[in-house]
């Protein structure tokens, strides 16, 4: 989970936000998965996913936004699929003169700081790691999560690094 986190991380460091943006619309998901017995996510489970751990912070964004947030970028290549309560979805990026708005509400737009939003996301999913690295569900899951291999994975590739 770490190195997603830290690849997000960078992305925004380097200025890559709508990379950033989409693969921390995912992590809700892969958390989610990881909790499952099965392995697999669901709406319902990304809902529920993203009202323990990330609500307390977004009073004003319900799971339904959320997951239409991450269902319209994922799918559609757009914020939202037109089932929020909020017409727009903006994220602002950083300004040269440090300006930072987020969590603003303007008309029928939502407005979120891009690195903060992300940022906010990390944080949760780390709180969601730490609590839950000890669950069986979760640790059984997660060999099969994407990780790095700087050296490959025998049998199949050795000496070549890879994403598996």
């Known amino acids: 989970m770490e190195v997603i986190i830290r690849e997000i991380e960078a992305a925004l460091d380097a200025g890559f936000y709508y ?25 319902a489970l990304y809902r529920d996913w993203y009202n ?13 936004d959320m997951y239409s947030l991450r269902c319209g970028l994922i799918h559609q290549g757009r914020f939202g699929q037109g089932n929020m309560q909020f017409g727009r979805i903006l994220f602002t990026l950083p ?33 969601w790691y730490a609590a839950n ?15 790095f291999y700087p050296h490959g994975l025998a049998p199949y590739i050795i000496g070549t690094p890879l994403i598996a």
Do not use: K
């Open 52 to 64: 323990a751990w990330l609500a307390p912070s977004y009073p004003a964004v319900t799971a339904d």
């Open 95 to 127: 300004t040269p003169q440090r300006n930072v708005f987020h969590h603003i509400i303007m008309d029928d737009a939502l407005n979120l700081d891009a690195n903060r939003f992300c940022r906010d996301v990390l944080q949760a999913v780390r709180r």
């Open 19 to 43: 990379l950033a943006i989409a693969i921390t619309l995912t992590l809700p998901d892969i958390c989610a998965a990881l909790e499952s017995p099965q392995g697999r996510t669901s709406g």
């Open 133 to 147: 690295q000890g669950n069986p569900v979760v640790q059984g899951n997660l060999p099969r999560l994407l990780q």
